[in-house]
Structure formats: structure tokens, C-alpha cells
């Protein structure tokens, strides 16, 4: 079994700054893609920011140039540097990952949620 357990969420003035991680432990071989979703209140779950294995990384066009997905394979962590924050990026953040088992298996996880209010 694999937990993603999220960290980093919280309140913040409009344009300030977030970091969130999102630390998976368990059985773990590699990870394929990790990526980061939200979900705002009355509003369907959202793809934020993804990065595959191979480095290809996507965006959500109402976050690029503001937050920078990274990863650190050596601490099977995901990060979402979020900068010059505005109000509508308010929501649930939920990281998820494409992991690989020891025996090869491909298993989609995600974690609990981490809240992020932007606000005055």
C-alpha cells in the first residue's frame, strides 16, 4: 500500500506564496507521472500541474508563469511552488501519482487534500 500524504497548505494575502509537498511512502519501486489537482468549492476537480518521469511537465494556463511543479524522485516527493497568489486560486489541493510497485504494477494514488484560501 502507498500514501501521498500532502503538506504546505494554509492562508495567504493575494500575491503571496505557497509551497506544498506531497511525500509518498510504502511500496514504491518509481513513480511515472505525479501531478497536483484542485478542487474550489462548488467547482469540479481541476488539473493544476503535472510532471512525467521523463521530465515533461504541464500546466493549467491560468497558473503558468505563477507555480513551478518539481519533483525529487530520491525522497519520492512532489512540490508545487505557487506564487503571486490570487483570490480564485482558493481551493482544495490534492497531489496524485502513477506508482510503480516492486513487481512492476501501475497503481494511481491521490492523498487527502491540503487547503489553500487566498484572501484579504
Known amino acids: 500500500q502507498v500514501q501521498l500524504v500532502e503538506s504546505g497548505g494554509g492562508s495567504v494575502q493575494p500575491g503571496g506564496s505557497l509551497r506544498l509537498s506531497c511525500a509518498a511512502s510504502g511500496s514504491i519501486f518509481s513513480f511515472n507521472v505525479m501531478g497536483w489537482y484542485r478542487q474550489a468549492p462548488g467547482k469540479q476537480r481541476e488539473l493544476v500541474a503535472s510532471v512525467s518521469s521523463g521530465g515533461i511537465i504541464n500546466y493549467k494556463a491560468s497558473v503558468k508563469g505563477r507555480f513551478t511543479i518539481s519533483r525529487d524522485n530520491a525522497k519520492n516527493t512532489v512540490y508545487l511552488q505557487m506564487n503571486s497568489l490570487k483570490p480564485e486560486d482558493t481551493a482544495v489541493y490534492y497531489c496524485?501519482?502513477?506508482?510503480?510497485?516492486?513487481?512492476?504494477?501501475?497503481?494511481?494514488?491521490w492523498g487527502q487534500g491540503t487547503q489553500v484560501t487566498v484572501s484579504s
Open positions: 496524485t501519482a502513477d506508482v510503480i510497485s516492486l513487481v512492476g504494477r501501475t497503481t494511481n494514488y
